[in-house]
């Protein structure tokens, strides 16, 4: 009798713990799917008209949205309860009530992720009498950029504590992910050159990686994603010592990464091409590509910024979006977020929905066998490239 117990519990065991990692298996699925999206910058998020008719068009289309939570600005989108907003000044007055408008775009079925720009703040900059801000070197003034923002410095706890507390609040309200943006140091032109007062002896990628190991930790009992956005010319050079970037080793710390690949951003030499579709589509597979190999030891996923504004739109090709989503695709990333600042997306949603047919397979056998889809692009992708001499300088 004891061993025809043990016998039977034995199976159950078993039966369970199949049952077990097939969920395991489907909830994997699910995280892992195809990430088709658009970003939403602050003032259109908070606008209620553009927001219902945005989502309502592309219900069907997309399934994630990036919302600014804080912004190159400084400023916060949503009323923050946070004590240290009110004293720093950021208070945002946008969306009034944060969990609310995240649980409304959840019910229509969106994947929400919540992006902060962390070091490119002019508000925290001045907080505390510019203590924290990026200084002129052999001054106490705060050095700008060539677009005349103020940074602040990378290497300062107190702004890292700062951003993670936004986004310990965003996590709270219900967002899915939350990204990171502008975690680098800027990128200096001329001869006014930034001078960082709390480097203390650390070198640029040290402090970099110091934030995402603190985000990571405080963000982990909230079971949300986290991820960065850097810059598309680090998939192929890997460490961008300017700015501290060093995407293998910032791939250790977040579960996506983000890297900006707009065609117009990159050298117009780059990847020349007679063809101006195949230049557009090989910068999106090839930068994938090579960012997907200096990830390899990693299990974190690759979602491209795609452009989706019209800036050298001359040398892109006819349907350029189209052309990058297609690259996105065959290269085998995660997914595309298309980028337009202005959130002018119309142009997108007619590239979305010639891109978005898809074939379901029938329960039933289907009368035609086999559908094929084909694409008139020239995709030519065993074309070689030539980078050298390419720096890694992006006016943003």
């Not at 939403?40 to 219900?59: H, P, Q, W």
């Not at 800036?311 to 980028?339: P, R, T």
């Not at 119309?346 to 066998?369: M, Q």
Request: net charge positive; charged share 30%; with cysteine.
């Amino acid at each position: 009798m004891a061993i025809k117990n043990y016998t039977c519990l034995t199976v159950i065991f078993i039966l369970l713990t199949i049952e077990l990692q097939g969920y395991a298996n489907k909830r994997r699925e699910e995280t892992q799917r195809f990430t088709r999206g658009l970003y939403i910058n602050a003032y259109r998020a908070g606008d209620k008209v553009y927001m219902e008719k945005l989502t309502n068009d592309f219900s069907s289309l997309i399934n994630t949205l990036v919302i600014d939570i804080k912004d190159s600005h400084g400023s916060l989108t949503y009323k923050s309860n946070l004590k240290i907003v009110s004293k720093v000044n950021s208070q945002g007055t946008l969306i009034k009530d944060i969990k609310g408008y995240v649980k409304a775009l959840k019910v229509k079925g969106f994947y929400l992720v919540g992006r902060i720009v962390v070091f490119r703040d002019p508000v925290f900059s001045r907080y505390k009498n510019k203590r924290f801000g990026v200084k002129r070197i052999g001054t106490k003034e705060l050095w700008k950029d060539e677009s005349g923002f103020v940074w602040v410095d990378p290497f300062s706890e107190e702004a890292y504590k700062y951003n993670i507390a936004i986004a310990e609040e965003a996590a709270q309200a219900g967002f899915d992910e939350i990204q990171f943006d502008y975690v680098r140091f800027p990128s200096p032109e001329g001869n006014s050159l930034p001078y960082f007062t709390f480097q203390k002896k650390r070198i640029k990628e040290e402090a970099i990686l110091s934030f995402l190991s603190m985000a990571n930790e405080c963000l982990e009992r909230y079971s949300v994603r986290v991820s960065i956005a850097i810059f598309g010319y680090a998939t192929w050079h890997n460490h961008l010592p300017r700015e501290g970037q060093h995407l293998s080793e910032t791939g250790k710390k977040v579960d996506v990464v983000y890297p900006m690949l707009y065609p117009s951003h990159f050298a117009d030499d780059f990847l020349a091409d007679k063809y101006k579709e195949t230049r557009t589509y090989n910068i999106i597979f090839k930068s994938i590509k090579h960012g997907d190999s200096l990830l390899r030891y990693t299990e974190t996923e690759i979602i491209a910024y795609i452009q989706g504004f019209d800036w050298k739109k001359s040398k892109l090709g006819k349907d350029y979006i189209a052309v990058q989503m297609k690259a996105a695709e065959d290269a085998g990333s995660n997914g595309w977020i298309v980028w337009n600042a202005k959130g002018e997306y119309e142009e997108a949603y007619t590239s979305i929905l010639a891109n978005s047919i898809r074939i379901i397979e029938p329960d039933e056998k289907p009368r035609i066998k086999e559908v094929t889809l084909t694409y008139t692009h020239n995709e030519e992708k065993s074309k070689e490239c030539n980078i050298r001499g390419i720096e890694a300088i992006l006016l943003w």
